[in-house]
């Protein structure tokens, strides 16, 4: 059974920066797309950043410059360094990993930016 496990949130002021870690343990898989997530109360869940197994990456509107995505393909983990972070960017980030038709979701981590 793969699980996948976010780790790195917390609390910080508003312009510092945190590592979100996340790491997929359990054989059978090499994921190809590694993906970030985040999610406040009554919204949807929306694209962070992702990276294909060729380096491509893509993020979201709100984080371009600011967060970089980045990947360890032979421990199956992904990073997002994020950088003058913004009270704006307090969600839950969850961490996806994807090969073919699978799937599999993290738990999720709070990151909460103070003003």
């Known amino acids: 059974q793969v699980q996948v496990v976010e780790s790195g949130g917390g609390l910080v002021q508003a312009g510092e920066s945190l590592r979100l870690s996340c790491a997929a343990s359990g054989r059978g898989f090499s994921f190809n797309i590694k993906g970030w997530y985040r999610q406040t109360p009554g919204n949807e869940r929306e694209l962070v950043a992702m990276?294909?197994?060729?380096?491509?990456?893509r993020y979201g509107n709100s984080v371009k410059g600011r967060f970089t995505i980045s990947q360890d393909k032979s421990r199956n983990t992904v990073y997002l360094q994020m950088n003058n972070l913004k009270p704006e960017d307090t969600a839950v980030y969850y961490c996806?990993?994807?090969?073919?038709?699978?799937?599999?979701w993290g738990q999720g981590t709070q990151v909460t930016v103070s003003s």
């Open positions: 996806k990993m994807a090969v073919g038709n699978v799937e599999k």
């Open positions: 990276i294909t197994s060729g380096g491509e990456a």
